[in-house]
């Protein structure tokens, strides 16, 4: 059961690099989501999507972009990379409505550098 | 607007009770949850409680929900090393994106 899927890891950037993080979930999950953690602030949105086609912006939106072409994957694109955007990056999908507890499901996270 | 904050270390002896603590303004929060986080790796649930509980319990951990304070703990019995990790709250008054997390507290587990 792989539940939610990051690649790559780790990952190095210099400024100015364009790169793409990529996320999938095999849960069938509407919602998906992108956080950055940064020490003491805890998670902050990026962006999310409540199903495919449809995105909308979190708290930290500016320097990054969102696609939805399916339920299965939600890829997060850095256009132009700035040393503020060395994180950790978090990814989660939820369920949408019914009984459920609105639990979000993490990925592992992909840590980016950016020198 | 909505915040969650919470105490950001904490060291425990093994074998001790280990209580993290957090406060919410939300009043509107549905769910209130415990997430855990070991080094080099995603939030886990831990546990959550439903807005209209004002306690739960299972196995070690017991959750202590304050709502008029928006007061919320977790309570660890009997501490042990493996427990040291990243604890963070968050609360939520729908789905998805309606969650807010607390800045984490690090549970160091000594000796």
């Known amino acids: 059961n792989a539940g939610v899927t990051q690649t790559p890891k780790f990952q190095v950037l210099k400024t100015g690099q364009s790169m793409t993080l990529q996320c999938a979930q095999d849960m069938n999950h509407e919602y998906m989501s992108w956080y950055r953690q940064d020490p003491g602030m805890g998670l902050r949105l990026i962006h999310y999507s409540v199903g495919a086609g449809i995105t909308d912006q979190g708290e930290v939106p500016n320097g990054y972009n969102v696609s939805r072409s399916t339920t299965e994957d939600f890829p997060l694109r850095l256009l132009s990379a700035a040393p503020s955007q060395t994180s950790v990056y978090f990814c989660?999908?939820?369920?949408?409505?019914?009984?459920?507890?609105?639990?979000?499901?993490f990925g592992e996270g992909s840590r980016l550098t950016v020198l | 607007g909505e915040d969650v904050e919470q105490s950001l270390f904490l060291s425990v002896r093994e074998g001790d009770s280990s209580v993290i603590n957090c406060t919410y303004t939300d009043s509107s929060s549905t769910y209130l949850y415990w997430y855990k986080q070991e080094p080099g790796a995603g939030l886990q649930l831990l546990t959550y409680i439903f807005s209209n509980m004002d306690m739960k319990q299972d196995q070690r951990l017991t959750v202590l929900l304050n709502k008029k304070d928006k007061h919320l703990s977790l309570r660890i019995a009997d501490t042990q090393t493996g427990d040291s990790a990243i604890y963070f709250c968050?609360?939520?008054w729908g789905y998805g994106q309606n969650f807010v997390f607390g800045p984490g507290t690090r549970l160091s587990v000594l000796p």
């Open positions: 968050a609360e939520s």
């Open positions: 989660a999908s939820s369920s949408q409505g019914g009984e459920d507890t609105g639990e979000l499901f």
